[in-house]
C-alpha cells in the first residue's frame, strides 16, 4: 500500500466549537511535545511520505508544533499543507505576519461553509487568502462542507472574486447531534448495498494523533471521544514502535489490508455476506461510505464480522493490490480525499 499524504493531528484544541463538528464534547488533554513532533516528522521523511498535511482540531491553537513540525519536513524536502479555519487572521497584518513563520508551507487548506463561518468572520478568511496569495504559497484550497447544493453554491460564490487563484472542493456533512433536522433531512441516505459505495478511499492518508496513535485514516479523530484501539483502523502507537515497525506490521494483518484494497464497497460486501452481523449495526441508512465503514468499525459484533470475512477473502486482497500499485490516482482524486479527510 502505498502512502500518498499523511495527516498529523497537531492537537485536538479548537476554540471555534463549530455546530457540524465531530470533536463538540471531546476530551482535549491529550498533547504531543515538540521534539516528538519533530521526531515523527523525520520518521515520516524517512519513509519517504510525499506530503505531510497538518490538521486537528485546529492546528493554529498549537503554532509551537505545527512551526516545528512544517520546519522539520522542510529540512527533509518533503512538502507540507495544513488545515485551518482562518480563526487567527484577524487582520491583514497579522495575518501576514503569522504566514511568514511557515512561509515553507505548499498548500493552504481553509475550511469555510455555513457552519465556520457563524464563529469566524468571512473578513478573517479574506485575510488569509490575501496573505497566502502575498507569501507566495503555492495553492490554496477551500474546503466545503454542505448539507445541500444551495448552501454548497453560497459559500462557493464567496471566492469567486478570487478566479482561479483559489481551489474548492466539497464533502457532504455527516449529522451529528448538533444539526437540526431541517438542516439535515434531505441529505441523501443508502442502505448497505455495496453498489452505493466506493470501492477506493481515505486509506491512502493516514492519521497520527497528538498520542502518537496511528489510525488507517482520518477516522481515527473519532477517538477523541471513545477509545476505538481495537478496531481495524488503529495500527500502533508511535511512543511505543516506529513508523517502520507500525506500517510493516499493517501489512501482514488482513484486515488492514482488505480496507486499502475494497474500501467501503468491501465493507458493504463484507455485511452482505454475514447479515446477522449487520443486525448489531446502530442504523441501516448512511450518508456516506465513510458514515457506514465507520458504524461498522466501532460496533463490536460487526467489527469481528468483518475481520472473518477479510481473513477469508485474502487471495482476492492480494490481486487487488497487485492490480492498484499498477496504476497511480490522479491529482484531482488525491486532492479530494485529503479534503474529505478534515
Known sequence: ???????????????????????????????????????????????????????????????????RGVRRAHESGVPTAVFTSAFWAKTPESARETLREISTLRQLYISTDKYHQERVPLTHVYNAIDAALEIGIPRITMTITYANQRDLAEVSSWYSCYGGRVEITSQLLIPNKGM??????????????????ESSCFMGTPLINPNGDVFACHIGKVSSH????????????????SFVEIMGAARKRSDYQYLVAHGPRGVAESMRAQPEAAKGLPRNCFTSGCDMCMSVMLAPSAAEAFRRHAEASTESTEIKLALLAMREPSCETLDAQVAGAK
Not at 437540526?180 to 459505495?197: A, G, M, V, W
Not at 471513545?226 to 514502535?241: C, M, Q, T
Open 1 to 67: 500500500m502505498k502512502i500518498y499524504n499523511i495527516l498529523i493531528n497537531v492537537t485536538e484544541r479548537c476554540h471555534v466549537g463549530c455546530r457540524h463538528c465531530g470533536y463538540i464534547g471531546s476530551r482535549r488533554d491529550r498533547e504531543m511535545t515538540v521534539d516528538e513532533m519533530a521526531d515523527w516528522v523525520g520518521q515520516l521523511c524517512i519513509y519517504a511520505i510525499p506530503k505531510i498535511i497538518f490538521t486537528g482540531g485546529e492546528a493554529f491553537e498549537r503554532f509551537d508544533l505545527l512551526g
Open 226 to 241: 471513545r477509545s476505538i484501539k481495537s478496531s481495524p483502523y488503529a495500527l500502533g502507537n508511535l511512543r511505543e514502535s
Open 180 to 197: 437540526r433536522r431541517d438542516e439535515t433531512q434531505y441529505i441523501p441516505q443508502f442502505d448497505l448495498s455495496p453498489k452505493n459505495y
